[in-house]
């Protein structure tokens, strides 16, 4: 198994993509903590995960919040012992598809601070507990928006870049204590719309052209070079991988799983 007897703490444990690596990382043979806001969601998550065989302990607990966040990792290591992997998958509604003259400010700003503040707040959280260890892996992550261009995705543009060279950045600075940084790029992906706060978002985008839900995403997909979306077990699986010793020389890396929307 990949990650037999890794500690993992997943920040957005109850969301899509947390709930989707729980799973895979619990069939991987980890022991999980999953931290989020919801605790139906991570109750939910957590039975899933159980279903797969893992040990999993569920939290509330606020990742905006660096004393909350702080308190949580020791208590994660104080009862598990380490902190092998954390993955923080908080995930953020907000305005896209509107250009730079109809956009507040506010509106601008909020996936810029909400993202960068809580991959900050969950990262300097583990990162003194894997420092102390010398071991341990990061994963974060970003959308196709880093690098693609066009009206409407000023403020997630913003974000993921900024996400994505504060991943290389924290890679430069932990690598030499051992721990690896890994940021992950999804597109949209398609079976996360019914539980995800993508789907409204999306939703205002596609009735602001006036074009049906399912058609807008069907054009979405149909700008990638396999003609789809990726799904949540892909990038699950991936998380997995990049968190096992099988990826052990990757950090600093942004990987690509857009489906080929961009290509590296």
């Known amino acids: 198994m990949l990650l037999e007897n890794k500690v993992v703490l997943i920040h957005g444990g109850g969301g899509s993509i947390g709930a989707a690596a729980a799973r895979v990382f619990a069939r991987e043979g980890a022991r999980l903590f999953l931290a989020g806001r919801s605790l139906p969601r991570l109750e939910a998550a957590a039975s899933a995960a159980r279903a797969e065989g893992g040990d999993v302990s569920v939290a509330v607990v606020d990742a905006m919040d660096q004393v909350a966040a702080d308190r949580h990792a020791g208590d994660v290591v104080a009862e598990a012992g380490r902190i092998d992997v954390a993955l923080n998958a908080v995930g953020f509604d907000h305005v896209q598809g509107l250009s730079i003259g109809d956009t507040s400010l506010d509106d601008y700003l909020h996936p810029v601070v909400g993202y960068l503040q809580t991959n900050f707040v969950t990262a300097k959280a583990v990162s003194r507990h894997m420092i102390a260890q010398h071991s341990g892996v990061i994963l974060t992550i970003s959308t196709p928006g880093a690098r693609l261009t066009g009206r409407g995705l000023i403020g997630n543009a913003a974000q993921s870049a900024g996400l994505e060279g504060f991943s290389r950045a924290l890679a430069g600075e932990l690598g030499p204590d051992g721990v690896r940084v890994v940021c992950v790029r999804p ?52 998380l997995a991988f990049a968190a096992s010793e099988r990826a052990a020389s990757m950090t600093g890396v942004i990987a690509n799983l857009s489906a080929g929307a961009l290509v590296d």
């Open 187 to 238: 597109h949209a992906i398609s079976d996360a719309l019914e539980t995800s706060y993508t789907r409204e978002m999306f939703g205002r985008i596609a009735a602001a052209g006036d074009v049906p839900m399912d058609e807008w995403v069907g054009g979405l997909a149909g700008t990638t070079l396999l003609g789809r979306l990726p799904v949540l077990d892909e990038v699950a699986e991936y």
